[in-house]
């Protein structure tokens, strides 16, 4: 049984930092990309970051690029998302998702197979 569990997410101030973590278990990590999406209320979901399969390649939503770092640790089973100078507009439910043998490039998530709960994160003003 595939599962994606993610954590790490929280309220925070304005210019502040959050990092984001997301588990996996029940899959072959390192032959998935990874990409983490995110809802705002009475928003669509929106693409943030993703990850290749075999990691050499990133990719960042424009209203993240420069903000935000996705990386993974294959060894953890884990992908992060580092958020710095978060902004308010960044308040959404946080969610990673997994991809066999994932480009990266599937900016819509239709691509997908496995999705995590999702995580809350809050910036303040």
């Known amino acids: 049984q595939v599962q994606l569990v993610e954590s790490g997410g929280g309220l925070v101030q304005a210019g502040g930092s959050l990092r984001l973590s997301c588990a996996a278990s029940g899959l072959t990590f390192r032959r998935y990309g990874l990409g983490w999406f995110r809802r705002a209320p009475g928003k669509d979901r929106e693409f943030v970051a993703a990850?290749?399969?075999?990691?050499?390649?990133?990719y960042y939503a424009d209203s993240v690029k420069g903000r935000f770092t996705i990386s993974r640790d294959n060894a953890k089973n884990t992908v992060y998302l580092q958020m710095n100078s978060l902004k308010p507009e960044d308040t959404a439910v946080y969610y990673c998702?997994?991809?066999?043998?994932?480009?990266?490039?599937?900016?819509?998530?239709?691509?997908?197979?496995?999705w995590g709960q999702g995580t809350q994160v809050t910036v303040s003003s």
């Open positions: 998702a997994a991809e066999p043998y994932g480009s990266g490039l599937d900016f819509g998530g239709d691509e997908y197979d496995y």
């Open positions: 990850i290749n399969w075999n990691g050499g390649s990133t």
